[in-house]
């Protein structure tokens, strides 16, 4: 008899390479983003004349709004596609755990779309703010409120199946600004020295919340929107 | 001796917004029958296959499955993905490309097109691969919903003959369709 937690892996790895697969090969779907973050944080700096101590304050500000707008472009159409070619409802009818999937779903636009970001921004820190300390401290932040931000995006673009993305990024606004609260108090807290592994476990905790919540309502909304 | 059922409906009813669609539809599957919902437009043939489905739920009345394995589904849309390649399409849908599975292309005149974008196919063709995870199922029951739109004469006598044999197998099957496939089947029709 074959090994029941072999056959869950193996289930389980197959998910995760689908998704990766419809992902990878629709490249609008993940460059397009990564490549407005470039757009954005290479622009700034040569739209304003600012002095590069003005240039670097500003900095931060532009780059968790950008991640902000990356995060969002790159969910817009992350349930859509499968809703409208069938491919929901047969999940629906065959996955005993539609969140995990949801929720692996999630994981791949982050590593194919979140991550590159985190690096890319974290360059761009090493670049303007000439400290690669900084620039270290700045990545694993980037990590994880872009995995956030990607989870709140997917979860108003559930609400909104098929009224549009414009609702959706309307309705998750109000979860999303505490967080870039937050990211303000980080950039503080890195440059004064203080507190910044508190803030990291704060980011921690919420993303590990958020992470196991999230594709859970997402499920259901998804199964209502079917229905 | 009495046959036990695999699949049963009692008193279902459904109503969109105090429009009833249908109501009272009770039906049973047996291992190895046929069951042919039949309808006009809009008499709520997708959506009493979805209430099978278990997507959708009835306004009244309740099913019983008996079920050991996954109901296998086609319905109008494809669940195919437009901008990747047949062969993409096949490993998303996990179906191992093996012997079998090139015959049936074959069978179907869509071997040679492994390697195009789904995209580029018409519609009949689309509808072929999509039907060729039912010619693979494992299920014991298999729900079709307008299995024959877009499929020409070779390719619904291909389909009729595969249906025949899933029967011959004691697999049952529901489907809706307009266009009569000639299989032994009991018909539910939802037109009051």
Redesign the interface.
């Known amino acids: 008899m074959p090994n029941l937690s072999a056959l869950i892996f193996k289930k389980n790895m197959n998910i995760l390479y689908f998704e990766l697969l419809k992902l990878r090969k629709k490249s609008r779907g993940w460059l397009g983003p990564i490549l407005v973050f470039i757009l954005i944080m290479t622009a700034f700096p040569l739209t304003v004349e600012f002095l590069n101590k003005d240039l670097e304050q500003a900095f931060f500000s532009i780059l968790w709004i950008a991640v902000l707008l990356v995060m969002m472009l790159a969910t817009e159409d992350i349930f859509l596609e499968d809703y409208n070619d069938g491919s929901l409802e047969q999940l629906v009818i065959h996955t005993k755990s539609l969140s995990f999937i949801i929720g692996a779903k999630i994981l791949i636009y982050w590593s194919l779309i979140g991550v590159p970001v985190s690096v890319i921004g974290s360059i761009y820190c090493l670049g303007i703010t000439s400290s690669h300390e900084t620039a270290l401290l700045i990545f694993p932040v980037l990590l994880i409120s872009s995995y956030i931000f990607l989870n709140l995006f997917c979860f108003g673009n559930s609400l909104t199946l098929t009224k549009g993305s414009v609702l959706g990024t309307l309705i998750t606004m109000p979860l999303l600004l505490p967080l870039l609260v937050v990211l303000g108090k980080v950039v503080i807290a890195i440059n004064l020295g203080l507190n910044y592994f508190d803030f990291l476990i704060l980011l921690l905790g919420v993303l590990s919340i958020i992470i196991v919540i999230i594709p859970l309502i997402i499920s259901f909304v998804i199964r209502a929107h079917l229905e | 001796m009495t046959m036990t059922y695999l699949f049963k409906a009692e008193n279902l009813s459904y109503k969109i917004n105090e429009k009833k669609l249908f109501q009272n539809i009770s039906f049973e599957v047996n291992s190895g029958s046929a069951i042919h919902i039949t309808g006009s437009n809009g008499s709520g043939k997708t959506t009493l296959l979805r209430i099978i489905?278990?997507?959708?739920?009835p306004t009244k009345g309740f099913i019983e499955a008996k079920l050991t394995s996954?109901?296998c589904?086609l319905?109008?849309?494809?669940?195919?993905?437009?901008?990747?390649t047949v062969e993409?399409n096949l490993?998303?849908q996990?179906l191992k490309l093996n012997e079998s599975v090139y015959t049936l292309l074959k069978d179907i005149d869509l071997y040679d097109k492994l390697d195009v974008v789904v995209s580029s196919l018409s519609f009949g063709q689309q509808k072929k691969l999509a039907l060729l995870k039912i010619f693979l199922n494992k299920s014991e029951l298999l729900v079709l919903d307008e299995p024959c739109v877009g499929l020409d004469d070779e390719a619904q006598s291909f389909l009729t003959s595969f249906l025949r044999d899933e029967l011959d197998k004691n697999k049952s099957i529901i489907f809706s369709s307009h266009i009569n496939l000639n299989i032994d089947a009991k018909s539910i029709s939802l037109n009051i």
């Open positions: 489905l278990g997507i959708s739920k996954d109901i589904y319905g109008h849309k494809n669940a195919l993905k437009q901008y990747l993409d490993i998303l996990n």
